[in-house]
């Protein structure tokens, strides 16, 4: 199987391209300057400079496309945006990562993890920004894509367990009531989910076991 991956020096797409490497897959790095790592072969791109003829290749494109700066968070829409437009009509899977802000809360899914006054004002302006990217998203049905959530706590420096729970929109907790992932962990569940293909068109969510 061939993966483009976009944005691969950023830490979870770091992460993503080591796990999609140690486990055997044909993978290309996407990345705006060096490339800084693990895979071979590499496109020396802007992510919004991409073309059809870039990634025609591949069975599965991963979107690793983080920014925080509040200026810069419509980006999280108009790169999204973008790959949609590229991939458009193909058979190739596009797997993007997301954010927990946008998770439900309750079974009727109307109310987000970001709608709870608890919710820290320092992530509000990102969530909504992914919030409003999957929002868009979901209107994509020319687009082979799916959106993978991570727990609340994500942790780029955390251990790698290796074992991880599957879960849907809804925030889910594990045995230990905690909602919490690591990078290398979220990592697994990504080219797991590369592998297999279980989700087209759906926002599926991990959380450590």
């Not at 494109?61 to 790169?79: C, I, Q, R, Y």
């Not at 193909?90 to 993890?113: C, F, K, M, P, W």
């Not at 020319?142 to 780029?156: E, R, Y």
């Not at 569940?189 to 279980?198: L, P, Q």
Request: glycine share 8%; charged share 30%; hydrophobic share 40%.
């Amino acid at each position: 199987m061939k993966i483009a991956i976009v944005c691969a020096n950023g830490k979870a797409g770091k992460l993503i391209t080591k796990e999609a490497v140690e486990r055997g897959f044909d993978v290309t790095a996407v990345v705006k300057g060096e490339n800084k790592t693990v895979a071979k072969k590499f496109i020396r791109k802007d992510l919004f400079d991409l073309t059809t003829n870039d990634l025609k290749d591949f069975d599965a494109v991963v979107d690793a496309f983080g920014v925080w700066a509040e200026e810069e968070l419509p980006k999280h829409s108009t790169s999204l945006k973008h790959l949609c437009d590229i991939l458009s009509g193909t058979d190739i899977r596009l797997v993007v990562v997301g954010g927990a802000g946008s998770l439900y809360v309750n079974s009727e899914h109307t109310v987000q993890v970001m709608d709870d006054p608890d919710f820290p004002e320092i992530f509000k302006p990102l969530a909504l920004a992914q919030g409003k990217a999957l929002a868009e998203l979901r209107e994509r049905n020319d687009v082979k894509w799916t959106f993978i959530s991570p727990a609340g706590d994500f942790q780029a420096d955390g251990e790698k367990v290796g074992e991880y729970i599957l879960a849907g929109e809804e925030l889910t907790l594990n045995d230990k009531g905690e909602s919490i992932i690591s990078y290398a962990d979220y990592a697994v569940a990504m080219v797991d989910e590369i592998e297999k293909g279980n989700h087209i068109q759906q926002r599926i969510s991990v959380v450590r076991k």
